[in-house]
């Protein structure tokens, strides 16, 4: 996918950048970095889905501590990173 140019606007005493729709996020939670370079590295943050079924199941006694561990390894693991050419 190609380099876009987008729109800053102000929001309160914060900046918001305009996400164009081929780039849109399928979270509500970034976390923002820079990079070496001085570029903005935007990551989405995995939404935590399925918090209170897994306190049921655990309850229950339907899920062993493997099975936790194997799943909070996943969830742990990093996102691929995207390479993208600096304006």
């Known amino acids: 996918m190609g380099t876009l140019t987008s729109r ?5 005493n ?3 950048v305009r996400i164009p729709a081929e780039f849109r996020l399928d979270t509500d939670r970034v976390s923002i970095t820079r990079n070496e370079a001085g ?3 935007i990551h989405p943050l995995r939404v935590q889905r399925g918090t209170a079924l897994m ?3 655990k309850a229950l006694g339907e899920v062993d501590e493997d099975f ?3 799943l909070e ?4 693991a990093p ?4 390479e993208r050419q600096a304006l």
């Open 55 to 57: 306190q049921a199941l």
């Open 79 to 82: 996102l691929q990173t995207q």
């Open 68 to 70: 936790i561990a194997a």
């Open 8 to 12: 800053v606007f102000n929001n309160g």
């Open 73 to 76: 390894a996943e969830q742990e």
């Open 39 to 41: 570029d903005l590295v």
């Open 14 to 16: 914060s900046q918001a």
